[in-house]
């Protein structure tokens, strides 16, 4: 019974880090695709604001892959590194559209952008995997006739 | 089980709530939405992308693309629909804001071929989703009970079809995650 609850338990945790890591880098691609679209009336400190996010949704991700139980070969936890990767880059690429003006801006801009669709693809991927195998494990046993 | 569904509504406001539905589903945990995009056909018949970006010249082209894919989901059977005149040309917000490519006229004939079975009339309003579903009743059940009709296809199936390789630009045009179109209106 008490093994059962820490399990449970465990299960609920994994869940909300991936909810949280699903959803820190959702708003990460919102906040990049918005301040593309703006082009010559976007600000530093906006760029600031996505530089941010895409720390903290790669932090967010680090903290889901430390709560997935399982080796490295694990469907979920491969989809969540791998997203953690390309959340580096879409930091690293903002950080260096910060830097830059013009086309070197927007390029750098474009990068972060599509390294931050990929790592959405890669969450909602491993929440994907999460659920199906949840699900699997909580399916009525049938009974042999 | 991946699939591409696309559901059918009469107004820009039911597709919004079927819109709203399909992530509910996401948040309930019933379905796992990836990417979503609301489209509409317009009165000269094109296919277009509705975005979140609040100044619409910043639309960009998809060239082989929505109404390809809507029709393959859609099947070979049913009304043609624009051929040809009808090829998407929309607005892309996605992987690469900015992208435009170019719309030679092979791709477009490819596209209307694709897009003959499927009927989105001029004032109609689509949905177009990614998602990973167990079982398919939950979407059946809460779109139809909106109005909405119902396509799906395997992910797989559709990338086994010639323009739907690898490299098909899927995410130039889907969000993933809920949106509502910023500065403009549909009818």
């Known amino acids: 019974m008490a093994k059962a609850k820490v399990l449970e338990k465990s299960e609920a945790a994994v869940r909300d880090a991936l909810d949280h890591a699903r959803t820190a880098t959702q708003e990460l691609h919102q906040t990049i695709s918005r301040t593309l679209a703006k082009r010559a009336s976007t600000s530093k400190a906006e760029v600031e604001g996505a530089i941010r996010k895409a720390k903290e949704a790669a932090e967010s991700t680090r903290s889901a892959v430390g709560a997935r139980q399982g080796t490295a070969q694990d469907e979920v936890k491969k989809q969540l590194m791998a997203a953690v990767g390309k959340l580096d880059a879409a930091e690293k690429h903002a950080a260096e559209s910060f830097k830059s003006s013009g086309d070197a801006f927007h390029t750098a801009l474009g990068k972060a952008l599509a390294d931050a669709r990929s790592s959405v693809q890669d969450i909602s991927e491993a929440v994907a995997a999460h659920r199906s195998e949840q699900a699997a494990k909580h399916a009525p046993v049938k009974q042999a006739s | ?187």
């Open chain 2, 1 to 187: 089980m991946r699939n591409f569904v696309s559901v059918v509504f009469d107004t820009s406001a039911k597709a919004y709530d079927g819109l709203h539905e399909l992530w509910n589903l996401d948040r309930e945990g019933d379905v796992t939405v990836h990417g979503t995009a609301v489209v509409h056909r317009d009165g000269l018949g094109r296919l277009v992308v509705d975005t979140d970006q609040t100044d619409p010249p910043l639309a960009t082209a998809v060239g082989v693309g929505v109404g390809a894919l809507l029709g393959a989901l859609a099947g070979p059977a049913g009304a043609a629909v624009g051929a040809g005149g009808g090829a998407a040309i929309g607005a892309a917000v996605g992987g690469t804001a900015g992208f435009v490519a170019d719309i030679n006229r092979a791709e477009v004939e490819s596209e209307g071929r694709f897009e003959t079975g499927f009927d989105v009339l001029p004032g109609q309003h689509a949905i177009i989703a990614d998602v990973s579903e167990d079982w398919t009743t939950p979407i059946d059940e809460r779109m139809r009970r909106l109005g909405g009709t119902v396509h799906r296809r395997s992910r797989d199936a559709i990338r086994d079809e010639a323009l739907f390789g690898p490299d098909y630009p899927y995410y130039q045009y889907m969000y993933p995650y809920e949106y509502n179109p910023g500065g403009y209106l549909y009818p």
